[in-house]
């Protein structure tokens, strides 16, 4: 059983930087792939990033590549979404996830094994 807690959600401005963190306590964290999705109102929670299980691969969302970087540090249990440049759409509600790899690349939430309760992200002057 591993329980997903978010934390470094907030209101940033246009063009700011959020880190987003997701503390993992439990067994089995290190065997995990570990990614973030996100929720925007009134849509679907949608994939964000995928890193892999000892972070040698990575995966982003067309719309986040080059702006958004996760990785994880084994040691803590613990994986981050460096959010650089934002944008208005990125406002979401932004959830840690642990699973398989290729399920959280390919967007199978109904096969992803634990979910965090999710972290609110506003983008807005």
């Known amino acids: 059983q591993v329980h997903l807690v978010e934390s470094g959600g907030g209101l940033a401005q246009p063009g700011g930087s959020l880190r987003l963190s997701c503390a993992a306590s439990?067994?089995?964290?290190?065997?995990?792939?570990m990614g973030w999705f996100r929720q925007a109102p009134g849509k679907e929670r949608e994939f964000v990033a995928v890193v892999s299980w000892n972070g040698g691969d990575t995966t982003y969302e067309d719309l986040v590549k080059g702006r958004f970087t996760i990785s994880r540090d084994n040691a803590k249990n613990t994986v981050y979404l460096q959010m650089n440049s934002l944008k208005p759409e990125d406002t979401a509600v932004y959830y840690c996830?642990?699973?398989?790899?290729?399920?959280?690349?390919?967007?199978?939430?109904?096969?992803?094994?634990?979910w965090g309760q999710g972290t609110q992200v506003t983008v807005s002057s």
């Open positions: 439990g067994r089995g964290f290190s065997g995990y792939g």
């Open positions: 996830a642990a699973g398989s790899y290729y399920d959280i690349r390919n967007d199978r939430k109904s096969m992803i094994n634990y």
